[in-house]
């Protein structure tokens, strides 16, 4: 059965909401930051830290990263609109893993999230259902 997680934009967070192209470009920015770490040290950290490609159906409403070996193989990223804990419809991202993912796939969409969350002030419902916020409040 699929899990999925969600990155709700609520009040405080940085952004109202996100396109499926700034969605990409948050991921290919991680991609980008972890590279030059990997330079720094001298390895290709980029591929241990994001062992994905990007791929695309013709449906503008979701991509998906495809993993590039064996450990990894999907992780499914699309905007949409959720319920927030104060029970508000609120803007989010949904992260899903599908049937099939692995233990890696569940622990990089973990990791994933939490950095998207933190860039972007945002609440984070994980796929356990706990919630992080990452939002300033009161």
């Excluded at 490609?53 to 999907?74: A, V």
Aim: hydrophobic letters at 35%; proline letters at 4%.
């Amino acid at each position: 059965m699929s899990q999925s997680a969600y990155i709700k934009f609520v009040q405080g967070s940085s952004v109202e909401t996100l396109t499926l192209e700034e969605v990409q470009s948050k991921l290919m920015h991680y991609r980008e930051q972890t590279a030059l770490t990997g330079s720094q040290l001298g390895w290709d950290y980029a591929e241990a830290a994001f062992p994905y490609t990007f791929e695309s159906k013709q449906d503008e409403r979701w991509f998906y990263l495809k993993g590039i070996n064996p450990l990894y193989k999907y992780i499914i990223f699309g905007p949409g609109e959720t319920t927030s804990v104060d029970g508000k419809k609120v803007p989010c991202v949904q992260v899903v893993l599908p049937d099939g993912a692995t233990h890696g796939d569940k622990a990089k969409a973990n990791e994933l999230c939490k950095y998207m969350a933190k860039q972007l002030q945002a609440e984070l419902t994980m796929f356990n259902g706990r919630t992080i916020y990452y939002n300033p409040r009161k």
